[in-house]
């Protein structure tokens, strides 16, 4: 797969570059990452400067080894201790914090995304549907593409009607439906058909730990769940002035 980058001055960049290697000669390589390099090369038919970022499908990750095990199989029978889910949940928004700050939304947050290495270590993986709020320096405050899996997405997302977008905050929604999920080892609604759930999540309560089994998390726990799951997202907290209340 080949990307291609413009650099080339804004008042032509409506112009349509065409696609397949024939049209473009490569020159020197600028810049490498761990499954992609990036090339100077020219348009041949626009005469044109660009960077063509190249992606290595054979590439094999270094670190898929350490962190081959989903979080999601550390769970298989349900309910763990609540010391242990707050442990993991406290790093996976350590990572969501980082990626805020540089603006970007993960759209996907869910334990089969939180990965757990055979040493304990706990990551934030899959940032495969991430989208950012900055292009090209410009800030964009809302997003409104529908993205994410479903039993996780957070009521703004599916209210198309409204229009408002969402932000970093449907990260928050989707990191207290988490936190469900590891308390019961599988989200809330999770065997409901698509419009079924679609339908609850818009026009439902939120889910709580309100269950007879789910006396034994700590009113800290259920109290953390549901800052999370407000409808209202501007009522939720960030990421940084959630995490102390974790821990």
């Not at 990452?33 to 005469?47: E, I, N």
């Not at 590439?59 to 010391?83: C, M, V, W």
Request: negative net charge; charged residues 25%.
């Amino acid at each position: 797969m080949v990307h291609l980058w413009r650099h080339v001055p804004a008042a032509t960049r409506v112009m349509e570059f065409p696609v397949g290697q024939e049209h473009y000669e490569l020159y020197e390589e600028i810049g490498k990452g761990g499954a992609a390099t990036v090339y100077r090369a020219l348009c041949k038919p626009l005469k044109e400067t660009v960077a063509i970022k190249i992606l290595d499908f054979d590439h094999e990750d270094p670190d898929k080894d350490r962190f081959n095990t989903y979080l999601r199989q550390l769970i298989k029978t349900g309910s763990r201790d609540e010391a242990v889910i707050c442990t993991v949940l406290y790093e996976a928004l350590k990572g969501l914090e980082y990626l805020h700050g540089q603006g970007c939304i993960h759209r996907d947050v869910k334990a089969g995304n939180i990965l757990v290495d055979s040493h304990g270590a706990i990551k934030l993986g899959d940032l495969g549907v991430s989208a950012s709020l900055f292009d090209s320096g410009d800030r964009r405050p809302k997003r409104n593409t529908i993205t994410g899996t479903p039993c996780w997405m957070a009521p703004e997302i599916l209210d198309m009607e409204e229009g408002h977008g969402y932000d970093f905050k449907a990260d928050i929604w989707s990191f207290g439906i988490t936190a469900i999920e590891l308390a019961h080892g599988h989200a809330p609604f999770s065997e409901y058909p698509p419009v079924k759930l679609f339908l609850t999540i818009l026009t439902e309560d939120p889910p709580r730990l309100d269950d007879i089994k789910d006396q034994k998390f700590s009113k800290q726990f259920k109290q953390m769940i549901a800052k999370c799951l407000v409808k209202d997202p501007s009522k939720r907290p960030s990421a940084t002035a959630f995490e102390g209340s974790i821990l």
